[in-house]
Nanobody, 127 residues
Framework: QVQLVESGGGLVQPGGSLRLSCAGSGFRLDIYAVGWFRQAPGKEREGLSCISSSSSALNTYYTDSVKGRFTITRGRDKNTVYLQLNGLQPEDTGTYYC??????????????????RGQGTQVTVSS
């Protein structure tokens, strides 16, 4: 069974940082593009960032609200993707999920494969 496993969330004060991890279980994550989106109560899903597959030219995308604060990278093990969150603000609160889109570009969120799912990791920014 293929699965995405997210971790690294937590409670942090405004201005703080977290590093989220996304690991592939049952498949090789490095051969796919990977994205991160978040879901806050009462709000629509928001695509945050994505990174191209390891076999493609490196391409990353960030939505405007996180540019300069969040950084997406691949781990050396080739089966993990990280999202570094810096300068966190209360509006960043939500459940963060990683996903496998067809390709990494600015409209990647609707292309995610529903057969690759994770449970998400909660990020709460509060003083």
């Amino acid at each position: 069974q293929v699965q995405l496993v997210e971790s690294g969330g937590g409670l942090v004060q405004p201005g703080g940082s977290l590093r989220l991890s996304c690991a592939g279980s049952g498949f090789r994550l490095d051969i796919y593009a990977v994205g991160w989106f978040r879901q806050a109560p009462g709000k629509e899903r928001e695509g945050l960032s994505c990174i191209s597959s390891s076999s493609s030219a490196l391409n990353t995308y960030y939505t405007d609200s996180v540019k300069g604060r969040f950084t997406i990278t691949r781990g050396r093990d080739k089966n993990t993707v990280y999202l570094q969150l810096n300068g966190l603000q209360p509006e960043d609160t939500g459940t963060y999920y990683c996903a496998v889109p067809q390709v990494c570009f600015d409209e990647w969120l609707p292309t995610i494969r529903n057969d690759y799912r994770g449970q998400g990791t909660q990020v709460t920014v509060s003083s």
